[in-house]
């Protein structure tokens, strides 16, 4: 079961849905970061990380994975999103970790 995220600016976050427009607001810096156009692009899980900070796990394709660690600058309502960092090459199985 997906823990639900408290804040972000726009629309309520509460299911993938939710995450998945923030995912697609980030997804032009995410691709700059990795150097790859993604066809596939969809959240599946994600964790919140002390209220302005997330950790999602997005399907890129046949095997590939990627974590991205996101965070609202600043950390209050109606910041800016932005990516902290993403983590390639994950799998179906690797769980979510704050990095």
């Known amino acids: 079961m997906a823990n639900k995220l408290l804040e ?3 629309p309520r976050v509460d299911d993938l849905a939710g995450i998945q427009m923030i995912c697609d607001e980030v ?3 995410v691709e700059e970061w990795t150097g790859k156009t993604y066809v596939d692009y969809q959240a599946v899980k994600y ?3 002390k209220g302005f900070r997330y950790v999602v796990k997005v399907y890129c394709g046949e095997e590939d994975y990627i974590h ?3 965070a609202q600058e600043p950390p209050c309502p109606g910041g800016k999103q932005m990516v902290h960092y993403v983590e390639q090459q994950r799998t179906k199985e ?3 970790i704050a990095f």
């Open 47 to 49: 964790i919140n990380v």
């Open 27 to 29: 997804r032009n810096e």
């Open 68 to 70: 991205l660690c996101l």
């Open 94 to 96: 690797d769980m979510l």
């Open 8 to 10: 972000w600016s726009g």
